[in-house]
Nanobody
């Protein structure tokens, strides 16, 4: 099993920044990609960014790539999501996930964290 624990969410004013963290533990032999998704109330869970754990290659939702950055710290088994110039529409629960491929589809990710709330006030 793999355990993923997100942290770093909170309340921030529009234009501010937050850095989310996702600490991975447990069986990691099959890990290949880490992804961030988000889900706003009444909406589907949507892809934010993904990263190849070994190569460090990244993929972003087109609408977010200018403001969000995904990165990793191999020594800490932790993936980060730096979010800048936040907007009220970024308000959502943010989830990290681990999967076999660096996909934009949530169906390709087997393990999920519990989520962390990000609220952006106007």
């Amino acid at each position: 099993q793999v355990q993923l624990v997100e942290s770093g969410g909170g309340l921030v004013q529009a234009g501010g920044s937050l850095r989310l963290s996702c600490a991975a533990s447990g069986r990691t032999a099959s890990r290949y990609a880490m992804g961030w998704f988000r889900q706003a109330p009444g909406k589907e869970r949507e892809f934010v960014a993904a990263l190849s754990w070994s190569a460090g290659t990244t993929n972003y939702a087109d609408s977010l790539k200018d403001r969000f950055t995904i990165s990793r710290d191999n020594a800490k088994n932790t993936v980060y999501l730096q979010m800048n110039n936040l907007k009220p529409e970024d308000t959502a629960v943010y989830y990290c996930a681990q999967g076999a491929t660096m996909s934009t589809s949530r169906n390709e990710y087997r393990f999920w964290g519990q989520g962390t709330q990000v609220t952006v006030s106007s």
